[in-house]
Nanobody, 123 residues
């Protein structure tokens, strides 16, 4: 059974940085897409970034140049480094995994989800 365990997050002031980690267990295959989504109160969940086993990376426009997604194949983990944080980045952040090569940017395409970690950016 695929299981995602997230860590990181927390509170920071505008302009600060935070890092998120997500460890994937229960799957050792090579074809995997790992992504981060976020959901603010009263808002729909939205994609933030994704990376596949070939390190093809995609970002949503609002985080380009500020966030960096990376993965460690040996540890089967994905990370999200968030710099220059803004109050509008405040949300619950979720790690998600899709088995296969194609990295969709639609939450419906992801079968496995972490429990979520809170990121709060104060002005």
């Amino acid at each position: 059974q695929v299981r995602l365990t997230e860590s990181g997050g927390g509170s920071v002031q505008t302009g600060g940085s935070l890092g998120l980690s997500c460890a994937v267990s229960g799957y050792s295959g090579k074809s995997i897409c790992m992504a981060w989504f976020r959901q603010a109160p009263g808002e729909d969940r939205e994609p933030v970034a994704s990376v596949n086993q070939n390190r093809y990376i995609k970002y949503t426009d609002s985080v380009k140049g500020r966030f960096t997604i990376s993965k460690d194949n040996n540890k089967n983990s994905v990370y999200l480094q968030m710099n220059s944080l803004k109050p509008e980045d405040s949300a619950m952040y979720y790690c998600a995994v899709r088995l296969g090569t194609y990295c969709a940017f639609d939450e419906g395409d992801y079968a496995y989800w972490g429990q979520g970690v809170q990121v709060t950016v104060s002005s």
